[in-house]
């Protein structure tokens, strides 16, 4: 019994956590409310074409740069359309000297390769207007017969948004048609 009530005592103190760990939370929610800090993909996108060239640039995209926890230099995540990726790694020193003249002296010191499908260069324009929007046509109003048909289907449901979300289908529908 002596023993037990000698060694029990309470148990030691654990450290606090690592400041960086406790701020994480609340760093990525500014991130994401502000945007990222400092130059990133989306200004490479905008001059990506003067970055890798006209032919690279229609099979290329930049993805994101990834930042490592201790500082230093970045590395480029590329998304490459097939076969293509062997031009791009023989060409990586060059790309990379080029995106540093652009985003700062040693800001990437790296190339990451992924293949995958490139979203085609109107779709990421850096004007910030969507490529559907760019592509959209005015609305062509539907003749009175079409319309008067298209209101009576619809006549006895309630007056209710599904109503309305179902009236502009049916004008969507007609129109392509």
Do not use: C
């Amino acid at each position: 019994m002596r023993i037990l009530a000698e060694r029990r005592t309470r148990p030691p103190r654990r450290t606090p956590p690592p400041a960086g760990k406790s701020l994480n939370k609340y760093l990525r929610e500014l991130e994401t409310r502000f945007g990222q800090s400092g130059p990133g993909p989306q200004q490479l996108g905008a001059r990506w074409k003067e970055i890798v060239g006209e032919v690279l640039s229609r099979r290329t995209e930049p993805v994101k740069l990834v930042r490592p926890r201790r500082g230093g230099p970045a590395i480029l995540e590329i998304r490459v359309d097939g076969p293509i990726a062997a031009v791009v790694q023989h060409q990586a020193p060059d790309i990379l000297a080029r995106v540093n003249l652009v985003l700062g002296s040693d800001a990437v010191d790296k190339l990451r390769i992924v293949q995958g499908k490139v979203r085609p260069p109107a779709a990421r324009d850096a004007t910030g207007a969507s490529a559907l929007a760019k592509r959209r046509k005015a609305a062509t109003p539907l003749d009175a017969a079409a319309e008067a048909g298209l209101a009576q289907s619809l006549a006895e449901a309630p007056d209710n948004p599904l109503k309305a979300s179902l009236l502009k289908l049916g004008r969507a529908v007609l129109r392509d048609s």
